[in-house]
């Protein structure tokens, strides 16, 4: 079974940056579709960001738009997130997703797509 292990959150000041990392274990990521959620105090954990397997397309939500960028390296088995001029609002858990798909040219933006999970990253963006 394919098993996520987020990493590299924490605390940082508004207008910094932080490069979160999904590594992956039990199969290899070149087949999966890789997602990264969100879920602040009080609200439902929303899409951020995915990429198909073969990297030829992702989706940002408008939300982090310009600011975010997703990438994969198969080699390492390793998915990230990086994370420029941070928001307050961009305070929440964050959490690595994948769903096996090797033929979608698009990747897929619900919660329900997904069937891997890992246990989320706490990012809190504060003066």
């Known amino acids: 079974q394919l098993q996520l292990v987020e990493s590299g959150g924490g605390l940082v000041q508004p207008g910094g940056s932080l490069r979160l990392s999904c590594s992956a274990s039990?199969?290899?990521?070149?087949?999966?579709?890789i997602g990264w959620f969100r879920q602040a105090p009080g609200k439902e954990r929303e899409g951020v960001s995915c990429?198909?397997?073969?990297?030829?397309?992702?989706y940002y939500a408008d939300s982090v738009k310009g600011r975010f960028t997703i990438s994969r390296d198969n080699a390492k088995n390793t998915a990230y997130l990086q994370m420029n001029s941070l928001k307050p609002e961009d305070t929440a858990v964050y959490y690595c997703?994948?769903?096996?798909?090797?033929?979608?040219?698009?990747?897929?933006?619900?919660?329900?797509?997904?069937?891997?999970w890992g246990q989320g990253t706490q990012v809190t963006v504060s003066s």
């Open positions: 039990g199969y290899t990521l070149d087949y999966y579709v």
């Open positions: 997703a994948a769903y096996h798909d090797t033929f979608s040219s698009t990747c897929g933006r619900g919660l329900y797509e997904y069937d891997y």
């Open positions: 990429i198909t397997s073969s990297d030829e397309s992702a």
